[in-house]
């Protein structure tokens, strides 16, 4: 699960620069912005934080992604960060030259060699990292700072601009912020995996704008993704909610099919376009009927929401679909949408009314 706060958009921001001095000082290769170019092609330097994985850090082929474990944040100097770094720069070129391959073959290794970089690179992560990722306690850091931030509200001028120094200092120097204190994360979580964009993803799409999480289409190289991003309760009922819509729209499919005749991927694509604008008929009319105020603070709830994610990830439109539309398998599937309903099955502290459940 990739998550942002504004931590950890301080300590990409900070590896970002590191891998940019890797690629261009290290391996020699022209950068331009957020692109390295090798043989009059342009790639992307993208970084994210993921947690919930053994791992320290991974190269994404189909999105051309470095992943870098959020543990690392306040951990790690810039030396073994900086190793990290190129151990998946080098999964990076390796693949940009010799396609998929064994992931720490003699491909790999010779990319290693190549650019004269301690053994210690060519090592997995998890040896890489070995008794290194610990030795600084995060939560100390944070606790610390939290406390230099108490005194830094004294009345007495001297001590509250010691204070003051001193926890930014910290903060610089473990790429922590101050909302970071506050809890404030974005959670990205992936739901549905495919090798193309489907008419059951965009379904579950549309659905999941209802539910107070904000839905995400990622599409990367013969891969595309349907992501959650929000609180981490927010994205973990979206999962919940998009596991049962999958087998729920399959069960329906099987019994509409077989009632009415329906066959082949057009109108089964078809029916389950149908289920969603069924479904997102019945959760507007039952939004209208709610009170101005509830209603007001919905909104309010879903545009925070949005800001926050776009903040970190930028704006992301919804693709079209481009389908062609069987009407009476869609008009049927919006028949079983206005009947559908999601059974509970998780907590939502509180917000069983606002959710339409």
């Known amino acids: 699960m990739r998550l942002y706060n504004d931590t950890i958009m301080s300590f990409l921001g900070h590896a970002e620069k590191l891998a940019q001095e890797i690629l261009s000082k290290e391996c020699k290769l022209k950068f331009s912005r957020t692109r390295f170019h090798i043989k009059n092609i342009t790639y992307p330097l993208s970084l994210i934080c993921f947690e919930g994985d053994s791992r320290w850090g991974y190269f994404e082929s189909e999105f051309y992604t470095i992943g870098l474990n959020s543990r690392l944040i306040g951990r790690v100097d810039d030396i073994t960060l900086k190793n990290l770094l190129r151990h998946e720069i080098a999964h990076y070129l390796v693949f940009i030259e010799s396609g998929a391959v064994k992931p720490h073959g003699e491909e790999f290794r010779e990319m290693c060699r190549r650019f004269h970089w301690p053994d210690t690179v060519a090592l997995p992560s998890g040896d890489l990292l070995a008794g290194e990722a610990g030795d600084i306690k995060a939560d100390a850091v944070i606790e610390k700072v939290k406390k230099l931030l108490n005194l830094a509200s004294s009345s007495n001028p001297h001590e509250a601009e010691l204070a003051t120094l001193k926890a930014n200092q910290l903060i610089l120097k473990h790429h922590l912020s101050r909302s970071d204190l506050a809890g404030e994360t974005i959670y990205i979580k992936t739901l549905l995996s495919s090798p193309k964009r489907t008419a059951?993803?965009?379904?579950?799409?549309?659905?999941?704008?209802?539910?107070?999480?904000?839905?995400?289409?990622?599409?990367?190289?013969?891969?595309?993704?349907?992501?959650?991003?929000?609180?981490?309760?927010?994205?973990?009922?979206?999962?919940?909610?998009?596991?049962?819509?999958?087998?729920?729209?399959?069960?329906?499919?099987?019994?509409?099919?077989?009632?009415?005749?329906?066959?082949?991927?057009?109108?089964?694509?078809?029916?389950?376009?149908?289920?969603?604008?069924?479904?997102?008929?019945?959760?507007?009319?039952?939004?209208?009927?709610?009170?101005?105020?509830?209603?007001?603070?919905?909104?309010?709830?879903?545009?925070?929401?949005?800001?926050?994610?776009?903040?970190?990830?930028?704006?992301?439109?919804?693709?079209?679909?481009?389908?062609?539309?069987?009407?009476?398998?869609?008009?049927?599937?919006?028949?079983?949408?206005?009947?559908?309903?999601?059974?509970?099955?998780?907590?939502?502290?509180?917000?069983?009314g606002l959710l339409g459940l």
Not at 300 to 317: H, P
Not at 345 to 352: L, P, W
Request: aromatic share 8%.
């Open 200 to 352: 059951l993803m965009m379904s579950i799409y549309e659905i999941l704008s209802h539910f107070l999480v904000r839905p995400l289409l990622h599409m990367g190289r013969g891969r595309a993704l349907l992501e959650a991003g929000g609180t981490r309760e927010q994205v973990e009922l979206a999962s919940y909610i998009c596991d049962y819509l999958v087998e729920e729209f399959e069960a329906l499919w099987k019994t509409y099919a077989q009632e009415h005749g329906l066959k082949g991927l057009r109108e089964k694509n078809s029916f389950y376009i149908g289920i969603a604008r069924g479904f997102n008929e019945k959760l507007t009319q039952s939004r209208a009927k709610m009170e101005v105020s509830d209603s007001r603070a919905l909104v309010k709830i879903e545009q925070d929401l949005k800001l926050k994610v776009d903040a970190f990830l930028g704006g992301l439109s919804r693709a079209q679909s481009s389908q062609s539309i069987n009407q009476h398998a869609q008009s049927l599937g919006m028949a079983a949408g206005r009947e559908l309903n999601i059974r509970q099955g998780v907590k939502n502290s509180g917000t069983k």
